[in-house]
């Protein structure tokens, strides 16, 4: 491969801000990246950023074949304003990495979310996906180093490529390399679950960048603990210090994009929906949850927590709904089929028991639908978001934003959002479904005048670092690292 070298500013992801698929008449048509990610950093990036990604598809792989050097804005193809390299790595070894590895394995890690008398079992077959990740994340770096100009800056993105800035500074020692982790990290009595040599070259690999970010000071303190243990590395204000190398810690917590989200919920395609859930819902209370099919969300004791509350408090029978928005997520991982069969199991036992000919007191949506999502964010009165652990979860925050008459959050306090909203939240036990049913009752049942004071409070935490800010406030990190040598 044969890159310009003239990039001053790099974005590194495992998926990219543009996807493609495939037309009837052969050509391919690109359109926005999905994904949490893609969300919080599109349109943040300023102009003459590279942003390297992989193919996800075979109409994205496709795609970067057709481009020069895989830079599709070369290509011709629309690329919303980014000039997006994207890597055609082989599929193979994009499986291992990215479901075996990434998402079987560091996703289960960090979020603690492994049955430990069963699992894990890091086996010969664990070997070949972790090489495979290693392949992975070494394309990346190759790629970043040759698109890269002189003493340029570049942003790494989480799990996925937790090697690559070791690897990439091996390449490249010119450059100035951040990481950022968008998921928990674990502590260190569960890290050390993985094999010695695999969680030794995990924290090698984010300890090549110079400066380190995470979500919540948690999870930053998790990291340096892990690095203190299996390295005996040096940490003092907010540096991880090794013999060869020192890397600063930095906690962003990205928070909301107010004007995005206000401009896109007041447009024609939300408000066509909103006055459909108006009818659907009536003048019922709604309960809203939107999430990922995930195991990490805890959709199933949420439903129970809400069975529960019905159960306990008849009195709110036919005076309420819960529309829960369950897109399902990484369908070829066994553990997240059987997870949205538990959803729906849960969801059809809740109609059953309560259901009547004038009252559905549960919708459950499992088409991804973003308008129907910004709709139902205007007219929740209480938003559910009670994960077993999370990064940050950027619902608990849009949500408030865009609240017509002021919403009531009930938060787990194994959130990453816990740390800026928790003062204005109901903070219940995610594991606890009497305590979660107890706070969705005290959101129903909260003065209206409070609960609007709650949200404007909740709205304002929530927009404190926006997209553009939480980007711009890495980079400066970068830009005030030494000059390599």
Known sequence: MSGSRSASILLASNRGPVSFWLHDDGSLVSRRGGGGLVSGLSGVAEKGVVWVCAALSEADRMSAKRAPDGRLGRAGFDTAGADVHMLDIDLGTYHRAYNAIANSTLWFLHHLLYDIAKSP????????????????????????????????????????????????????????????????????????????????????????????????????????????????ASVESDRVSTESHSTRLGVHPLGADPV???????????????????????????????????????????????????????????????????????????????????????????????????????????????????????????????PVRDGMNLVAKEVPVVSERGCALVLSREAGAHDELGEW?????????????????????????????????????????????????QLDALAAVDTPA
């Open 121 to 232: 079992s890091f086996d010969r077959g664990f070997r070949r996906e972790w090489a495979s990740y290693q392949s992975y994340n070494l394309a990346f770096a190759q790629a970043l180093a040759d698109d890269a100009a002189e003493g340029a800056r570049v942003l790494i993105q989480d799990y996925h490529l937790a090697l690559a800035p070791a690897m990439l500074r091996q390449l490249r020692p010119d450059l100035r390399i951040g990481h950022f982790s968008h998921t928990p990290w674990a502590p260190v009595e569960y890290f050390m679950l993985l094999p010695d040599d695999v969680a030794a070259e995990l924290l090698s690999g984010i300890l090549g960048a110079d400066h380190a970010g995470f979500l919540t000071r948690r999870w930053a303190d998790a990291f340096a603990a892990c690095c203190a243990e299996l390295f005996g």
């Open 425 to 473: 939240a109901i903070v219940v036990n995610p594991f606890d479904i009497i305590d979660t049913a107890d706070g969705i009752y005290r959101a129903l049942t909260m003065d209206p005048a409070e609960r609007s004071r709650r949200s404007q409070a909740l709205a304002q935490a929530a927009t404190a670092l926006p997209p553009q800010r939480w980007f711009a406030a």
């Open 260 to 386: 995005f989200l206000t401009e896109r919920a007041a447009a024609p395609d939300v408000l066509t929906r909103r006055a459909g859930l108006r009818e659907l819902v009536g003048n019922r209370a709604l309960i809203l949850r939107v999430d990922r099919t995930e195991l990490s969300k805890n959709i199933v004791r949420g439903l129970q927590a809400y069975r529960e509350l019905l159960r306990v408090h008849p009195e709110w029978h036919g005076r309420v709904v819960h529309l829960v928005f369950a897109y399902p997520s990484r369908h070829d991982i066994p553990e997240y089929r059987e997870y949205t069969a538990a959803v729906q199991r849960i969801a059809t036992e809740i109609e059953d028991e309560f259901g009547t000919a004038d009252w559905q007191p549960i919708v459950l949506e499992v088409e991804d639908d973003f308008a129907r999502s910004l709709a139902a964010y205007r007219l929740a009165d209480v938003i559910v978001v009670n």
